[in-house]
Antibody
Framework: EVQLVESGGGLVQPGGSLRLSCAAS????????MTWVRQAPGKGLEWVAN????????HYVDSVKGRFTISRDDAKNSLYLQMDSLRGEDTAIYYC???????WGQGTLVTVSS | QSVLTQPPSVSAAPGQKVTISCSGT????????VSWYQQLPGTAPKLLIY???KRPSGIPDRFSGSKSGTSATLGITGLQTGDEADYYC???????????FGGGTKLTVL
C-alpha cells in the first residue's frame, strides 16, 4: 500500500523558516516524480513545486521561487520542502503527492503568524 | 499563476447525473492530460480520473472523464449523498512549466 506521511508543519513567524518532510513507503520511491501541493484555509488546491525522478529537474510556482527549495533523498525514501522567508499567504495545509496526483499524504499544517 | 476555470458549485438529486466543466487553454488542457480529484470534507484529495478519461482501480464507473479541445468534463451518474465533495481538475501547463488546478466545484446532492 502506498503511504505518504508528512511532518514538520507548525506555527512560524513571518520571515521564518520551516522544513517539511514526507516519508514514502509501499512503492519504489526513486522511480517517481514527486510534488508538493498546498491548500489555504477554505481555499482550493495550489501546486507548489515538483521534482523529477533523479532530482535534477525541479519546478516552482512563481510565488515561492527563490524562497522554497524542493529536494529528495532516494536512499531514505523521503521528499523535502525547505521554506524560507515565510509569509502569511504561505499559511496552508501542505500535501506530499506522488507523481501527478495518484497518491496524497494526509497533509501538514503550516501557519505563518506573529 | 492562473487557474483552470470550473463552476463554483453544482447540484442534483440522488440518482441523477451531473457534469462539471473545466476550461483552460492550449498550453494546459489543449496539449496535456487532465486529471480530476475528489476531496471529501476534512480529507486529502483523491484521484478520480487521470489521462483525461482513465479511472484508477477502485474508482467506480459512475465517474467518467472526457476532453475536447481546451475543455474537460467530469461526469458522475447515479449520484449518492456520499458524492458530496469538492471536485478539482488539474493539468500541466507547458508555458508555465507548472501544474495548474481548477478553482474547485462543490457538489451538493439534494
Amino acid at each position: 500500500e502506498v503511504q505518504l506521511v508528512e511532518s514538520g508543519g507548525g506555527l512560524v513567524q513571518p520571515g521564518g523558516s520551516l522544513r517539511l518532510s514526507c516519508a514514502a513507503s509501499g512503492f519504489t520511491f526513486s522511480t517517481y516524480g514527486m510534488t508538493w501541493v498546498r491548500q489555504a484555509p477554505g481555499k482550493g488546491l495550489e501546486w507548489v513545486a515538483n521534482i523529477h525522478q533523479g532530482g535534477t529537474e525541479k519546478h516552482y510556482v512563481d510565488s515561492v521561487k527563490g524562497r522554497f527549495t524542493i529536494s529528495r533523498d532516494d536512499a531514505k525514501n523521503s521528499l523535502y520542502l525547505q521554506m524560507d522567508s515565510l509569509r502569511g499567504e504561505d499559511t496552508a495545509i501542505y500535501y506530499c503527492v506522488r507523481s501527478a496526483g495518484d497518491s496524497w499524504g494526509q497533509g501538514t499544517l503550516v501557519t505563518v503568524s506573529s | 499563476q492562473s487557474v483552470l476555470t470550473q463552476p463554483p458549485s453544482v447540484s442534483a438529486a440522488p440518482g441523477q447525473k451531473v457534469t462539471i466543466s473545466c476550461s483552460g487553454t492550449s498550453s494546459n488542457i489543449g496539449n496535456n492530460y487532465v486529471s480530476w480529484y475528489q476531496q471529501l470534507p476534512g480529507t486529502a484529495p483523491k484521484l478520480l480520473i487521470y489521462d483525461n478519461n482513465k479511472r484508477p482501480s477502485g474508482i467506480p464507473d459512475r465517474f467518467s472523464g472526457s476532453k475536447s479541445g481546451t475543455s474537460a468534463t467530469l461526469g458522475i451518474t447515479g449520484l449518492q449523498t456520499g458524492d458530496e465533495a469538492d471536485y478539482y481538475c488539474g493539468a500541466w501547463d507547458t508555458s508555465l512549466s507548472g501544474r495548474l488546478f481548477g478553482g474547485g466545484t462543490k457538489l451538493t446532492v439534494l
